[in-house]
C-alpha cells in the first residue's frame, strides 16, 4: 500500500484511492490543485523521488504526471521539472466566498503606529546577527518567565538613564506588547481584590476592555482646562494613567498632579500604572521623567518599543513595585511573550547605542512633520487649533462646533484614513464633549507626508 506522504525533498500529503495505484495517484493529484492546495506554480518531487517516497513504481508516478500534464493540470519543461499549471482554482461549491476588509486608505492618519517604512532594517540586521553569534545555547530554551536576562539588564540601564525610572533587572518583566502587559496586571488586580480602575476621561477604548474582561469596573477621571484630574473614587484600587503625553489629547500630567497622584497611592495602598508609550518623543523640550521615579514602589511603569520602532515586534516591558513581581511572574508563566532572539537583538540594539541613535533620528523627521501640520493648518483653516504639547506621533485638531463628523466624511472623500476625537470618549465622562480630530502623523512614510498634509487640509472646515 502506498505510504500518504512524500518527505523527501519537501512534505507533500497524498492519499491515492480507487482501483489501482496509477488511477488513485492520479485523482488525488488532480484533486489537490482543482482545490488549490497545490497553487500554480508548486513545483513538484522528481518522479524518482516521489515514487521513492510514496513506496510504488517510478513509471507509476510518471504516468500519473503525464496524464496530468495531457489535462492540462501540469506543465513538463526540460531543466524546469514538473509544475502545477497556471490556472484559475475553482473552489468547492459549498465554500462560502471570504468577506472583503476595508479599503486601505490613500493616506493613513489613524493614530497609534510610527513610520514603519523608517524602521531600521540594516542596524536591526547587524544587531540581530551580533546577538545570536554571541547567545548562549540555553537562549533557545523556555528560560526566566520573565524575558532574557540581557534585556532586562539592558532596559533597566536605558530607562534609568533616559526615562528617569528606578529600574531593577530582577523587577523587570518583558511581556509580547502593552495589551499584554495591562491583562496580566488586571488579572492580577483582580486576585486581589480590586473591583475598579480609574481612568482618564479619554484613552483607548480597548484598554478599557481589556479591564473589563478580567471583571474590572472603568470610572473616568474628572479633566479640565490643565488636563486630568486626578481626584480617584474611593472604590478603586488602581489608576491608569498616559502622564507624559496623555492618549489621545496630548498634555502632560502636570508636577502637582503628579504628586497628588503618588500621595493617593501611598495613602490608600492603591497603585498607578503608568502607560509610557512615546515618552522619549518630545521636540519642544527634554522629554519629562517617568512617574515611577517619584514613588517605585506604588507605580507600575508600562514602556513599549510599538511606537519607537514597530508594534509588530511585540516587545514591551513592566517594571514592577517590589510586592508585585512574583504575582505578575507567575500570571505571565505559561502566556506567550515575544520570542527570545527578538529579545535578545533588542538587548544588543540597546547596548550598541543603535536605539538612542534611532529615537534621535525619529524625533528630527516627527518634529518636522508637526511642525508642516501646525504651519499648514494655521495657514488654510484659520478656525482650527492644533492642541497638545510638542511631542509624540499625533495631535489633536480642535473643530467649530459640529464639525466633527462631516470633517471625516470629507476626509475619506479625499481617501484619508482619519479618526474623530468621540469614541475616544469614556462612556461616563462628565466633561462636555469635544469637536476634534486625532491626527496621526507618524505613519505616512517620508515620501507620503506632502499628500497626506494637502488631502487633510481639503478636508478642513
Avoid at 469614556?426 to 517620508?446: E, L, M, N, R, S
Amino acid at each position: 500500500m502506498a505510504k500518504p506522504w512524500a518527505t523527501l525533498g519537501f512534505d507533500l500529503h497524498l492519499e491515492p484511492a480507487g482501483p489501482g495505484l496509477r488511477r488513485g495517484l492520479t485523482c488525488a493529484l488532480r484533486e489537490a490543485v482543482r482545490t488549490g492546495r497545490l497553487a500554480p506554480g508548486t513545483r513538484l518531487p522528481s518522479s524518482r523521488t516521489l515514487a521513492a517516497d510514496l513506496g510504488i513504481a517510478r513509471n507509476t508516478v510518471a504516468d500519473a504526471y503525464a496524464d496530468l500534464v495531457a489535462e492540462g493540470w501540469l506543465t513538463a519543461r526540460q531543466g524546469s521539472g514538473t509544475r502545477v499549471a497556471d490556472r484559475a482554482v475553482v473552489p468547492p461549491a459549498d465554500t462560502a466566498p471570504l468577506p472583503r476588509g476595508p479599503a486601505r486608505p490613500a493616506y493613513d492618519l489613524r493614530p497609534g503606529t510610527p513610520d514603519l517604512a523608517s524602521f531600521p532594517r540594516a542596524e536591526w540586521l547587524k544587531a540581530s546577527r551580533r546577538a545570536l553569534t554571541a547567545a548562549p545555547n540555553d537562549a533557545l530554551g523556555y528560560g526566566d518567565p520573565r524575558g532574557r536576562p540581557e534585556l532586562r539588564g539592558a532596559l533597566a540601564g536605558y530607562l534609568a538613564r533616559a526615562r528617569g525610572v528606578r529600574a531593577d533587572p530582577e523587577r523587570l518583566l518583558v511581556c509580547g506588547g502593552f495589551a499584554h502587559g495591562l491583562t496580566l496586571l488586571a488579572t492580577v488586580l483582580r486576585a486581589r481584590g480590586v473591583h475598579t480602575v480609574a481612568v482618564e476621561s479619554y484613552g483607548l477604548h480597548a484598554h478599557r476592555d481589556l479591564l473589563a474582561a478580567a471583571g474590572l469596573r472603568t470610572v473616568p477621571l474628572p479633566l479640565d482646562a490643565h488636563g486630568t484630574d486626578p481626584d480617584v473614587p474611593p472604590d478603586a484600587g488602581a489608576v491608569l494613567l498616559t502622564p507624559a503625553h496623555q492618549f489621545p489629547l496630548g498634555m502632560p500630567l502636570l508636577p502637582d498632579r503628579r504628586a497628588a497622584v503618588v500621595d493617593w497611592a501611598r495613602r490608600t495602598g492603591g497603585l498607578v500604572l503608568e502607560d509610557d508609550y512615546d515618552g522619549e518623543f518630545r521636540y519642544d523640550r527634554q522629554p519629562v521623567g517617568a512617574l515611577q521615579g517619584l514613588d517605585p514602589d506604588r507605580v507600575v511603569h508600562l514602556g513599549t518599543a510599538s511606537k519607537s520602532l514597530a508594534p509588530g515586534l511585540r516587545l514591551a516591558w513592566m517594571v514592577l513595585p517590589p510586592g508585585l513581581t512574583d504575582a505578575l511572574t507567575a500570571a505571565r508563566g505559561g502566556q506567550d511573550t515575544s520570542g527570545a532572539l527578538d529579545q535578545l537583538t533588542l538587548a544588543e540594539f540597546l547596548s550598541s547605542g543603535a536605539y538612542d541613535r534611532h529615537v534621535r533620528s525619529a524625533r528630527l523627521r516627527y518634529r518636522r512633520r508637526r511642525d508642516a501640520l501646525v504651519a499648514e493648518v494655521a495657514a488654510r483653516a484659520p478656525e482650527v487649533r492644533v492642541t497638545g504639547i510638542a511631542a509624540g506621533l499625533h495631535a489633536v485638531l480642535r473643530l467649530p462646533h459640529g464639525t466633527e463628523q462631516p470633517v471625516l466624511r470629507a476626509a475619506a472623500w479625499q481617501g484619508l484614513g482619519l479618526h474623530g476625537l468621540a469614541p475616544f470618549r469614556h462612556p461616563d465622562a462628565t466633561t462636555d464633549p469635544v469637536d476634534a480630530v486625532v491626527v496621526g502623523y507618524g505613519t505616512p512614510p517620508d515620501h507620503a507626508w506632502a499628500g497626506a498634509l494637502e488631502a487633510l487640509c481639503r478636508a478642513l472646515p
